[in-house]
């Protein structure tokens, strides 16, 4: 449980937050018309990164099997993470677009931007691979000769996006990435993550910008192994990770994963069955990431943002309206808490349906839209089919009061 007047997070002692930076909070300050505007950060170079599948698997990849298994069942195989991700993203956004919404291009993150959450012998590794098509873990991740410098955009595209909150030029941003990165850890590259981008993005901002406290808020389906890792120790990072259950990839985030040493307490996880969906996602939201939010007084918020929690991706289900709630939630947060500074980086969701019609209903809400109370959804028509067909019910000879005569049916 979460106590703002004792110093403490579930228990374990912490270092008690500061009072708010108000002259941080206070920088760059927007109107309220300013307010209703985002940005969205897209490169096409990230497009680059293609894994080839018929490069030779590992032995004993998972992978292995599975193309076994399909091989015999005539389905095609394909590497799930592909760039149709993005464009589909970019495409539905260019049809129907968010009113507020703006396009800006991102940049590459350099070697000593990474360098902060990740092993230089780690780096070196990784950037030899640049040219080449290889598999690099037993699980899932692969790079192209595209994937280094489309990781490195990535990374460097999810720095733009919190530093244009920080220069004022927006209230919240939204980076639109891949390879995406909460499951790459310091020393290791796992599930289609290279780089931890949203680590990267809060490292910056603590040591260039003059953010004190970073919050992270991880919404995929899958548990944010890299970034726990990353900051596993740092009292001045809350991270909070609601995700499917283990054994579910990658099998960690257990309620009693909360941190070591000074950081000891600010890591908060949330495990969820898998037919859990928004009822549990706002309770979690609600009861358990607000009272975080408001003991450990953030100066900017950075939210793992995958929707592979929607029933398309058969892993949750997650609603649009349940993701456009949770961003309404995160944004009067930000602006409770540290100058409305929100910044969205995207992780998981491979159905493209979902997962373009998800990043929509957050922009949505950024751009100022107020969020549907999930569960609603036809409610009204409902309502107005029941006006409709109401008389039709009604026994002979009992009055009936319509709201509309034109609309009701009667008996012959």
């Known amino acids: 449980m979460v106590q703002s007047d004792r110093g403490s997070l579930h228990g374990y002692a912490v270092k008690a937050a500061p009072p708010p930076n108000w002259g941080l909070a206070s920088q760059g300050a927007l109107t309220v018309s300013d307010q209703n505007q985002v940005i969205v950060f897209y490169d096409e170079r990230m497009l680059a990164h293609e894994p080839d599948i018929e490069v030779p698997f590992l032995p004993g990849r998972m992978d292995t099997r599975i193309r076994s298994l399909l091989s015999g069942l005539g389905v095609p195989w394909k590497y799930p993470e592909h760039p149709a991700r993005l464009t589909a993203i970019r495409h539905l956004l260019e ?223 997650v609603t649009y309206d349940g993701f456009a709630a949770m961003t309404g939630i995160l944004q009067a947060l930000a602006r409770e808490q540290c100058g409305g500074r929100l910044v969205f980086v995207l992780e998981g969701g491979y159905n493209l349906i979902s997962l373009s019609r998800g990043v929509r209903s957050v922009l949505k809400v950024l751009a100022g839209e107020v969020p549907p109370e999930p569960g609603r959804r036809g409610i009204a028509e409902v309502e107005a089919a029941a006006t409709f067909h109401r008389a039709a019910f009604v026994e002979p000879g009992v009055p009936e009061e319509p709201d509309n005569n034109d609309q009701v049916r009667h008996r012959e």
Not at 177 to 187: N, Y
Not at 228 to 255: E, K, N
Request: charged residues 20%; glycine residues 8%; contains cysteine.
């Open 95 to 317: 049809q129907e677009p968010v009113s507020g919404m703006r396009f800006e291009t991102g940049m590459a993150a350099t070697r000593e931007q990474l360098a902060r959450v990740h092993t230089l012998s780690y780096l070196d590794r990784i950037f030899r691979l640049r040219g080449q098509n290889v598999w690099l873990d037993v699980d899932t991740t692969a790079v192209s000769p595209g994937s280094i410098q489309a990781a490195e955009v990535a990374a460097g595209t999810a720095i733009a996006a919190v530093e244009a909150v920080f220069k004022g030029q927006t209230e919240s941003s939204f980076a639109l990435v891949r390879p995406p990165g909460h499951h790459a850890e310091p020393v290791r590259a796992r599930g289609f993550c290279l780089f931890n981008n949203v680590a990267v993005a809060a490292a910056h901002a603590r040591a260039v910008l003059g953010c004190e406290r970073v919050m992270i808020v991880d919404w995929d389906a899958h548990h944010g192994n890299g970034t726990q890792d990353i900051f596993w120790a740092d009292p001045d990072v809350l991270f909070f990770d609601i995700h499917r259950a283990a054994p579910f990839y990658p099998g960690t985030g257990s309620l009693e994963e909360v941190g070591d040493g000074l950081g000891d307490g600010t890591n908060v996880n949330v495990p969820l069955p898998a037919d859990a969906g928004d009822a549990a996602y706002l309770k979690a939201f609600r009861e358990i990431l607000v009272p975080a939010a408001q003991w450990f007084r953030p100066d900017l918020i950075l939210v793992s943002a995958g929707f592979d929690p929607h029933s398309h991706d058969l892993a949750l289900n």
